[in-house]
């Protein structure tokens, strides 16, 4: 794993959460498919709002969850801000 992959993961894990498992044993790699996607977009120079789209596909389409009381824009914003450093 890379730097940026393991903050990308850490954010996913504590901060996004959707299906609300950072708590549990065994969880740590739930997220893993998503952030080496999110990890490639970053180093792509990926665009905060592409960061959003990506995270609201995941949530909406993919895990088919709904639409309210996502974190994803803020998830976003976090996430853009590790390419800033």
Known sequence: HSLIEQKV???LL???DPIGVSELDGAL?????Y???????LLAGASEDELYRY???AEFEHMVLPR????????????FRLTET
Do not use: C, F, N
């Open 14 to 16: 504590h901060d996004w």
């Open 35 to 41: 952030a080496r996607s999110l990890s490639d977009m």
């Open 55 to 57: 995270l609201a596909w």
């Open 9 to 11: 993961r850490t954010i």
């Open 68 to 79: 309210q009381g996502t974190r994803a824009p803020v998830v976003a914003q976090k996430l």
């Open 29 to 33: 790699d739930e997220y893993d498919l």
